[in-house]
C-alpha cells in the first residue's frame, strides 16, 4: 500500500459520492448534503481546501430504504457498515467503507478494530416535537445515554484524581449493560417521533448540539442539486439558510491554525493509479 495525498484522498471521496450518487438516483432515494460538505459547495464550490471527508443525510425512511436495497454483490468496492451489518460497530450511522484502503489517521474519528478502511458517512434524519419542552425532554435523554457510552468506553484518564475515580466507578457500574443495548436505546429515543406530524426534523447522531441541528423541514424541503467539484450533488433546499442556523457567518474563514488536513490514508497501488 502506499500513501495517498490530501488531494487524492478528496479525489476518492469524490468518487465514492458519484456512486452512492448515481445509486441513489436509480433507486430513487433522496438524500442531502451537510454540514462542511454543504459548506464547501456554497463557500468553495467543492471541497473545503483541508477538509477531509464528505457527509450526506437521509430521512429516515430514505435511510431505511438505502440499507434495505444496497446489495454487496453489486458494491463489491465497498463495505456498508451500521449496527445491522456488523455486531461490533461503534456508531449510529450507516458508514461506506473503501476497500483497498487504510486510515493511518483519523484525528477524532471511531473506528473498530476489524475495519480501519477509509469510510464515508450517511446520518439518518429524523423528527423532532413542536414543543419547547419536549425538544429539551428528548434532547436531555439522549445525552444522557451518549454519556453512558462515553464512561463505558473512553480510554482518557482525568488529570484529577478525584474525577477518574468516578469514571472508573461509572464504567464499573455500566460493565453489565451491553454497547449494542445503548445503541437501541438511542436510536428508540431519536425516532420517537417519527410517524407524527411535526414541523421539523434532526440530525441526532451529528458532533454539533441537538438545537443546532433541529431545524424546519421546509429548510431541507426538496433537494436541489449544487455544483461540488466537477459534479452537482443534492443538498437543502435552502442551503444558506441551514449554513447560516449551523455556523453563523459561514462565509468567515477559519483562523490559519485550523485550517488543517487531519486525516491520512493509505491505499492499494491500483487506486493510486486511478486517481491520476
Given at each position: ?9 478528496q ?14 438516483t ?123 457510552i462515553?464512561?463505558?468506553f ?14 472508573e466507578i ?9 454497547y449494542h443495548?445503548?445503541i ?21 447522531s451529528?458532533?454539533?448540539d ?5 431545524m ?26 441551514y ?17 488543517v488536513?487531519?486525516?491520512?490514508v ?11
Amino acid at each position: 500500500m502506499v500513501e495517498l495525498t490530501p488531494k487524492e484522498i478528496q479525489l476518492l471521496l469524490l468518487n465514492v459520492m458519484t456512486d452512492i450518487d448515481d445509486f441513489c438516483t436509480e433507486k430513487d432515494i433522496s438524500y442531502y448534503m451537510i454540514g462542511g460538505t454543504l459548506l464547501g459547495a456554497v463557500r468553495h464550490q467543492g471541497f473545503i481546501p483541508w477538509d477531509d471527508d464528505i457527509d450526506i443525510a437521509m430521512l429516515r425512511s430514505d435511510y431505511e430504504r438505502f440499507i434495505k436495497m444496497w446489495k454487496p454483490e453489486e458494491h463489491s468496492d465497498y463495505i456498508l457498515q451500521n449496527t445491522y451489518t456488523d455486531s461490533k460497530c461503534c456508531h449510529t450511522i450507516t458508514r461506506i467503507l473503501v476497500k483497498e484502503t487504510k486510515l493511518l489517521h483519523n484525528g477524532s474519528y471511531n473506528v473498530t478494530s476489524e475495519h480501519s478502511e477509509m469510510f464515508f458517512d450517511i446520518f439518518p434524519l429524523d423528527n423532532v416535537p413542536d414543543t419547547k419542552e419536549e425538544r429539551n425532554a428528548q434532547r436531555e435523554e439522549l445525552l444522557r445515554i451518549k454519556r453512558k457510552i462515553g464512561y463505558k468506553f473512553s480510554k482518557t484518564k482525568s488529570s484529577n484524581g478525584i474525577k477518574q475515580v468516578m469514571k472508573e466507578i461509572r464504567r464499573l457500574l455500566l460493565m453489565p449493560v451491553s454497547y449494542h443495548s445503548l445503541i437501541n436505546e438511542l436510536n428508540r429515543v431519536a425516532q420517537r417521533f417519527n410517524g407524527q406530524d411535526t414541523g421539523c426534523i434532526c440530525s441526532m447522531s451529528s458532533q454539533y448540539d441537538y438545537n443546532k441541528q433541529a431545524m424546519e423541514r421546509a429548510i431541507y424541503g426538496t433537494p436541489i442539486r449544487i455544483k461540488f467539484e466537477n459534479k452537482s450533488f443534492l443538498a437543502p433546499a435552502q442551503p444558506e439558510v441551514y449554513l447560516k442556523h449551523l455556523y453563523g457567518d459561514y462565509m468567515k474563514l477559519p483562523p490559519k491554525e485550523k485550517q488543517v488536513f487531519n486525516v491520512r490514508v493509505s491505499a492499494d497501488e491500483n487506486i493510486k493509479e486511478k486517481l491520476k
